[in-house]
């Protein structure tokens, strides 16, 4: 469901940005790769487009593969989803940061688990539908970037009620009217 909500978000107007990931899960380039990725999602930002970053379009990418080859190539303890993650935490946080963006998603449900905390969130309040299980929310947070962001947060088979693979659309323009 996601990858098609990828090239739905390609397909209507959304610049698409895929992560490195091979280099995000090794501690000696996963700075340079986060940086990256930070810099070309903000200039898309601030010239106006929407974003999309993502780390695969769906589970027979061959990015996953070579990622997880990477990961255990290098030894390093821990799980591959929780490193990857974070940084991805890491670099939605530091888009936020820079561009002041008021409104943002995370697809995927482990990707959510991780990423959240590096916005210091501490709860979530419901303020629209966008599809079942997965309302566009906003969040209360300490930190004044991140109180008040509208966030939704989906797990991979999420989708809306319609027939499109429309679900960042739906998020970008606020949720679903009357529903």
């Not at 899960?25 to 986060?34: E, K, Q």
């Not at 379009?57 to 061959?62: Q, V």
């Amino acid at each position: 469901m996601t990858a098609a909500q990828i090239d739905w978000a390609s397909e209507n107007g959304f610049r698409d940005i895929r992560l490195d990931t091979e280099a995000l899960v090794d501690p000696n380039a996963a700075a340079t790769a986060r940086e990256s990725a930070v810099e070309v999602a903000t200039d898309a930002l601030v010239a106006g487009d929407s974003v999309v970053l993502y780390s695969a379009r769906g589970s027979d990418d061959p990015a996953l593969k070579a990622t997880r080859r990477r990961f255990r190539s290098l030894g390093i303890g821990g799980a591959l989803e929780t490193r990857l993650g974070r940084e991805q935490g890491e670099i939605l946080r530091e888009v936020l940061e820079r561009t002041r963006l008021r409104r943002a998603c995370v697809a995927g449900g482990d990707t959510s688990s991780h990423a959240i905390p590096r916005l210091g969130i501490r709860a979530l309040e419901a303020i629209a539908p966008v599809g079942p299980g997965a309302p566009l929310c906003r969040a209360h947070a300490d930190d004044p970037a991140f109180d008040g962001l509208e966030i939704a947060l989906k797990g991979g088979q999420i989708g809306t009620r319609h027939e499109a693979a429309d679900y960042f659309g739906v998020v970008r323009e606020g949720g679903v009217a009357g529903e």
